[in-house]
């Protein structure tokens, strides 16, 4: 038998990676304007970043990490996300004494022994964007609307709900409230919860059973409960998303999965991916870089997920982009072979994408191949062709046919081919 990938390991094949590589075109195009740079960081890092970062207690670090002993014994970890690798790279460079505001992101593979169903897979790839060493509001408004302006861009219909976490000074306020609720609906919860509330009560909140939610109804509100600075700052948020035109729904039940957050927090969410409604999520975690061992500096984030977003955009059967070959050679016998071996360098050289299968099977063959890979031109060249010097061009949506003259002068002739079909 031969071997399969892994469960929840899939392989992106040509025709989906032409969808991949425009999203992360337009990613990269948007990130920029926005003054974004990309940073490339390991996949494989020491566990105890990610213990330290994401939270000992949290359902990434307690059970969906892939880590190992390495040769040497020491626990290693794939990163499950990119913030705690960004963070750690922004620290050990000293990123921050090169500009008092540091955009980064990073795109590639992440790693959580999850249950793999449509839209969540073991290894899933993140678009994760970081901006370090400002706390001000107007950037948790202006990093919501660049991952609005992506999804808008993309073509894809999204609502954006927001919270505040609070910081160190009110969240155990409304901890301690949160928990007296919950002791009072003992026997009411789901074992999950009962196990909660002892570790971060907080994340109750993000409870997905249906009873759960329907008794979380009652439970306190986050937002009563901010400092007068934590409530100042998501009124100023709320004010420049209002500034923006960006819709927004305020929903003080969500949490997040990640001990790191504090203040604004944001998911993208969609309707149409069933139980794996979030296509993005991210928030502020002002705490976290000096937890990390760096300097006291704040920062915000938020990750896309690849595979939702190309679920999406393939979901009313919209097809992905194909490739774009501009020109196909056809030829017919082994002379036109070798000769057109020689015309496609040359084509190449003047910029042309341009192909030949080598296979010297008949003209309706090969006619079929270049429709396949999605040839603007081909170009058909038998052994009469050669003789009299020409060959037929033929425009594959239009179904028009020229003549070409061929010449030995490959130079000049590619570039008078490139003129034409351009
Ligand atoms: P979810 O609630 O769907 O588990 P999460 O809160 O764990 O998401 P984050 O860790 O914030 O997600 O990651 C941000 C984004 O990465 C998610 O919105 C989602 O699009 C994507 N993502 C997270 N886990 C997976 C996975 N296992 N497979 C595919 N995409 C994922
Ligand atoms: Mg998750």
Known sequence: MHIKALKGFKDILPQEAALWQHIEGRARDIFQRFGYREIKVPILEKTGLFARSIGETTDIVEKEMYSFADRNGESLTMRPEGTASVLRSFIEHNLHS???LQKLYTMGPMFRHERPQKGRLRQFHQMSVEALGVDRPELDAEIMAMAWM?????????SLEINSLGCQECRPLFNK???KFLADSKGELCPDCERRQEKNPLRVLDCKNAKCQAHYVNAPVILDYLCSDCAAHFQVVEDCLRDLNIDYKVNSFMVRG????????????????????????GGRYDGLI????GPALPGIGFA????????????DGGEAPGDIIDIFLAALGPAAGRRAFAMLHA??????????????RSLKSQMKQAARCGSRFTLI???DELSSGRAMLRDMASHEQREIELSADLRAWSKAVAEIIS
Do not use: C
């Open 98 to 100: 090169e500009r008092p």
């Open 150 to 158: 992506l999804l808008v861009d993309l073509g894809l219909k999204v």
């Open 177 to 179: 409230a949160l928990l």
């Open 258 to 281: 990640l001990d790191y957050y504090t203040r604004t927090t944001f998911e993208l969410i969609t309707h149409d991916l069933g139980a794996q409604s979030a296509v993005g999520a």
């Open 290 to 293: 000096a937890q990390l061992g």
């Open 304 to 315: 896309l997920g690849m595979e939702r977003l190309v679920l999406l955009l393939t979901a």
């Open 347 to 360: 084509l190449r050289l003047q910029g042309l994408r341009a192909v030949m299968d080598y296979t010297s």
């Open 381 to 383: 060249m038998g052994d």
